[in-house]
């Protein structure tokens, strides 16, 4: 068994990988957030690769889109939207040079569509697959940000969809109430953030709003990748599919489970 380190966004082994900068821990000690390290997909002593910066979710992301570009499930060619995209995520599919790959985010100025997610400008089935990470817990409307999605998501495609999940608590917490900074930060452990997501209640949102949601946790994907890229247990990732009629060709997903 390779226990070597592995970062699928730069393609580095035996790579370190440095810790979650403090600011957060203390942000929530001093505004009495009582959930901080509680998230379900957070590596707090392995957070970033020393190399290229990546985050611990942007190297599942990485080796998920490698090991579907490696199975066929994602075709060369496919039109693929990066929305809040991540520096080090979005130079490494540049590098690979693969998808019709376009960017797309709210304040961002380097993207190439300025874009609401509650109100996104694209066509129906726009897109054959997307990423859209830690978006959700900042919008105000989240049920219309992920029609959203589904609407502009062919039938039969994906995506990678990912907020932060509280492993904690039963329901998603929502106040409407919590407008300053403080009190977002109390609540929901930033101060931009507008919700905290339960597992359960994230899974709901996802559903009800026209995807079928994939759960790919240590038990699928195995002890040996999650501790090669440096995450925690508890991270799963969320594959969606927008449903499609019986007689298109359904997107392969059985070969997610192997590692590489
Ligand atoms: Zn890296």
Redesign the pocket.
Known sequence: MDAKTY?P??E?TG?GFTPLPDFYRQNSLFHGFQYFGRAETIALDTYA?M????SDRE?LYAWWINMQIESGALKRGARVVHFAPEA?LVKKIRKLDFFDYETADFMMDDVDFQVDIMDIPFDDEYCDFFICSHVLEHVSDDNVAVSELARITRKGGCGILMAPICVDIDDTLEDQRATSDGDRWRLFGQNDHVRLYSHRGYINTLESNGFVVQQLGEEILGENLFSRLGLSPTSILYIVTRPEPQNDAPLNLSKTLSCP
Request: hydrophobic content about 35%; some cysteine.
């Open positions: 970062c966004v730069c580095r790579v690769c190399s290229c910066g990546a190297r080090a």
